[in-house]
């Protein structure tokens, strides 16, 4: 039986609706700083989106957009600005940096309080914990999804591919917070096939086109593709090959159209929260 669709668009378009409201009734007046350094397309494509998404929900965004030869002092500079600046609520720095400027210096710089990507160690500690305020929006989005469709994770057999900082170590740990038993593979991962096909919640996020064959994949898994490649057509696909996965899953997330929205959405989210949480 084909898997059910999990709709990301209509799912994010929710979480951003909700955003709207809650700042409609209350009159907050939250502001999210985004800044990109470089000229980077698929920066350029996500910090637009992050713009729109700010301007649906009632949010103002200034923008910086940096020349690609910015000094390190420079950013510091004007991180340190932002951090003192009431009308920012939000600072999000577009990654990647060019090579030249250190990005965990630069994230470090940003105050916990505004850190909406939660990428700061202070804000990744507490998600260790479990004791948090912000949650980092791709995995925040994942869990959005799966509690979209009704899926319960307590005591399911989840397996995450990839243990990036941004997404595979977090989402192991939301998942664990919601009491799934939590595998992370990665690249030097022996019989990789073997423990994928144990898993109740499947989640890839390694960054390779079609990477997630059906043979993979538990009859009934719940699997969802973080991942943003383009195929040898050059068109956006995920790290799963959908076709033959959709035959086996129960439930899965296209790309387009699944996490990829919703990580914006869950923005939204973080930075009316920041709001909150300066407003104390
Ligand atoms: P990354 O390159 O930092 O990490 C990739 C991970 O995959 C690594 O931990 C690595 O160990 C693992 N990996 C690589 N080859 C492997 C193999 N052969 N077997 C098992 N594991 C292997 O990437 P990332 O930043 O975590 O992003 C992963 C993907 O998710 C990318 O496609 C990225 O574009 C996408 N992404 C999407 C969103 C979104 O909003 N949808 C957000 C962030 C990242």
Do not use: W
Not at 14 to 38: N, S, Y
Not at 75 to 100: F, R, S
Not at 143 to 166: F, P, T, W, Y
Not at 227 to 247: Q, S, T
């Amino acid at each position: 039986m084909a898997a059910q669709i999990i709709d990301g668009k209509a799912v994010s378009a929710k979480v951003k609706e909700e955003v709207r409201q809650e700042i409609e009734r209350e009159g907050l007046e939250v502001g999210l700083a985004v800044v990109i350094v470089g000229d980077d397309p698929a920066s350029r494509v996500y910090v637009n989106n992050k713009k729109k998404a700010c301007e649906v929900c009632g949010i103002k965004s200034y923008e910086y957009a940096l020349p690609a030869e910015t000094t390190e002092e420079q950013l510091l500079e004007l991180v340190d600005t932002l951090n003192a600046d009431d009308k920012v609520n939000g600072i999000l720095v577009q990654l990647p940096l060019p090579k030249h400027l250190n990005e965990e210096k630069v994230i470090e710089r940003i105050s916990p309080m505004k850190d909406v990507d939660a990428f700061h160690a202070a804000n990744v500690g507490k998600i260790m914990i479990g004791n948090y305020a912000f949650l980092p929006c791709t995995p925040a989005g994942c869990m959005e999804l799966i509690h979209s469709a009704g899926i319960d994770v307590s005591g399911k057999e989840c397996v995450v591919i990839g243990r990036s900082n941004i997404v595979g170590k977090p989402m192991a740990m939301l998942l664990l917070h919601e009491n799934g038993t939590v595998t992370v593979c990665h690249s030097r991962t022996k019989d990789l096939k073997e423990v994928c096909r144990r898993a109740d919640i499947l989640v890839a996020a390694v960054g390779r086109a079609g990477f997630v064959t059906a043979d993979m994949v538990k009859d009934g898994a719940v699997v969802i593709d973080v991942g943003i490649n383009r195929n040898a057509d050059g068109k956006l696909c995920g790290d799963v090959a959908y076709d033959e996965v959709a035959e086996k899953a129960s439930f899965i997330t296209p790309v387009p159209g699944g996490v990829g929205p919703m990580t914006i959405a869950m923005l939204m989210k973080n930075t009316v929260m920041a709001k909150r949480i300066q407003s104390k």
